[in-house]
């Protein structure tokens, strides 16, 4: 399978989550998109011994915290902007997104997905400009070998500031540039970008035309809702869809599910 067959799918920790309780996966959502991912024969790596034959598997998961990291963070003072030099804040914030990636992985394996966990804050950092260092050798390491890498939002090393987070999406946008993927998609729990009526706006081109709708147009902070989704995903110079947890079979299907966001 060519390199640039790459899609990168990304699980919004709302979905996955009971966002309400702590620590708590939505069992029956994490299933459901688990069995869309399975279903969907996307995933063509063969991990087993003759690992790498059919090229490299061709999909990458990333997944939010949803009750597990936010609630952590939150009680530390820990965003992507503020950090802490605290190391039981680093492990509280780690160790609740370690918790929710081995739910995932697991889910993925019993499926049939050769899933295997990749953790950001072994590898990734901010320096001082807040520029992030997202090294991509594990990872195309592990697709090359067949496995499906499976990613997460963490804390990770700031220069001059500890550790601060780095969201899903920021993971998402990083490796689709660095990879060149030919698709992105973030599984969130509203069916697209909605307009002011609450109706699915089809496509997006650029951010001023939907600031009113989404409010919040100055936010920089790619972990702060909708507005910073689309302002990052038009950043990209590839397409990337935005859509809910129905969407996830359609999406990997290639199907038009959800917001289009095209700022290329
Ligand atoms: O839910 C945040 O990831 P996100 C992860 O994708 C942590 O913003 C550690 C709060």
Same mark, same amino acid.
């Given at each position: ?142 697709? #090359?070998?067949?496995? =499906?890498? !499976? @990613?997460? +939002? /963490?804390? %990770?090393?700031? #220069?001059?500031?500890? =550790?601060? !987070? @780095?969201? +899903? /999406?920021? %993971? ?93």
């Amino acid at each position: 399978m060519a390199e640039d067959s790459l899609t990168i799918l990304k699980l919004g920790g709302s979905v996955i989550t009971d966002k309400d309780s702590p620590e708590t996966v939505d069992d029956d959502a994490l299933d459901s998109v688990v069995a869309a991912i399975a279903d969907s024969g996307v995933v063509t790596g063969d991990a087993g011994p003759t690992a790498g034959d059919d090229g490299p598997a061709s999909l990458i998961v990333v997944h939010g915290g949803g009750s597990f990291g936010h609630i952590h963070a939150a009680e530390h003072g820990v965003s992507t902007t503020d950090g802490t030099h605290d190391p039981a804040a680093v492990t509280a914030i780690h160790g609740a997104m370690k918790r929710l990636n081995g739910v995932v992985v697991d889910r993925l394996q019993a499926a049939g997905v050769p899933a295997v966990p990749v953790h950001p804050l072994s590898a990734a950092a901010r320096d001082a400009d807040a520029e992030l260092s997202l090294p991509t050798a594990a990872v195309a390491g592990l697709r #090359a070998e067949g496995f =499906v890498p !499976v @990613l997460h +939002g /963490d804390v %990770i090393a700031h #220069a001059g500031k500890g =550790v601060t !987070v @780095l969201s +899903g /999406d920021e %993971i998402v946008t990083g490796l689709a540039e660095r990879l060149g993927a030919s698709r992105v998609g973030l599984c969130s729990t509203v069916p697209g970008v909605l307009d002011s009526d609450g109706d699915v706006i089809e496509t997006i081109r650029e951010f001023e035309s939907v600031a009113a709708a989404l409010g919040d147009s100055d936010s920089t902070d790619v972990s702060g809702g909708m507005a910073g989704k689309v302002r990052a995903l038009l950043a990209l110079s590839g397409q990337a869809r935005i859509f809910g947890p129905d969407a996830v079979g359609p999406f990997l299907a290639d199907e038009a599910v959800g917001t289009l966001i095209d700022g290329a």
